[in-house]
């Protein structure tokens, strides 16, 4: 699974929000689809440009990540290249595509979902943040949270 951190957690919640309300969303173009969102976010790039992309290859994201070769120069390469240095696996694009993430699926209480559904996809990509988060915070020593958690004293300032 995604290495967690505050980019693609972020990523993931803005990716969610803007589905939640109303973006554009088609399961069968590579721009607007649930793996075409989330790279949207991670790489600014437009959904018109990541379905253009996809025309110099084959496939579906699942097939085009099987066949990703980070060297090839590839405009779909290089678009799967900037996901995955925002901590994204190949395996998490294939399972975005389809919602099929056994442990999202878990974490939601759900053994399956219509991965071609927008409500669907907001639940799973939420749910993913929120995973991503909490295991993120695990990894924070105990020490340290303690410390986060003191109250101010008297003398220092408080900034607002």
Request: include cysteine.
């Amino acid at each position: 699974m995604a290495a967690a951190n505050l980019r693609l957690i972020q990523a993931l919640r803005d990716a969610a929000q803007k589905l939640a309300v109303n973006a554009p969303y088609q399961w069968g173009h590579m721009g607007s689809c649930n793996c075409g969102h989330l790279a949207q976010e991670l790489t600014q790039v437009s959904k018109q440009e990541i379905h253009r992309f996809a025309m110099y290859g084959h496939g579906n994201w699942t097939d085009q990540s099987h066949e990703y070769c980070p060297t090839s120069g590839l405009p779909m390469d290089l678009l799967i290249s900037a996901m995955l240095d925002a901590g994204l696996e190949i395996q998490d694009l294939e399972n975005l595509e389809k919602l099929s993430d056994t442990k999202v699926l878990k974490f939601l209480g759900v053994q399956s979902l219509r991965y071609n559904q927008r409500q669907n996809v907001v639940r799973y990509l939420r749910a993913w943040a929120e995973m991503l988060e909490l295991e993120q915070l695990d990894r924070i020593p105990p020490e340290s949270l303690r410390e986060l958690m003191q109250p101010a004293s008297a003398d220092e300032p408080i900034h607002s």
